[in-house]
């Protein structure tokens, strides 16, 4: 079983920067994509950035140039840097692990940014 635990959310002002991070453990070994999602107040679970165990980069348009997504294999431990906050990211961010085929969420962490 592999348990993929989010940390680092909270509130923040507009403008500001919050940095989360994901750490996949347990059976790990073989971990490929790894991905943050969001889910806001209403709304659909929606990608938000996606970094496979080479490196290359997928982001949601909505966050190009504010968001940096990054990991370590040698750890399985993803980051997710979010600059220039905005009331609209507002939501739970969750962490997406896929190991040898299999789909793991995280429990999520709720980002709040006020205007």
């Known amino acids: 079983q592999v348990q993929a635990v989010e940390s680092g959310g909270g509130l923040v002002q507009a403008g500001g920067s919050l940095r989360l991070t994901c750490v996949a453990s347990g059976r790990s070994s073989g971990v490929s994509t790894m991905a943050w999602y969001r889910q806001g107040p209403g709304k659909q679970r929606e990608l938000v950035a996606a970094?496979?165990?080479?490196?290359?980069?997928n982001y949601a348009d909505s966050v190009k140039g504010r968001f940096t997504i990054s990991r370590d294999n040698d750890k399985n431990m993803m980051l997710l840097q979010m600059n220039s906050l905005k009331p609209e990211d507002t939501a739970v961010y969750y962490c997406?692990?896929?190991?040898?085929?299999?789909?793991?969420w995280g429990q999520g962490t709720q980002v709040t940014v006020s205007s």
């Open positions: 970094i496979t165990n080479g490196g290359s980069t």
């Open positions: 997406k692990v896929v190991v040898v085929g299999t789909l793991y």
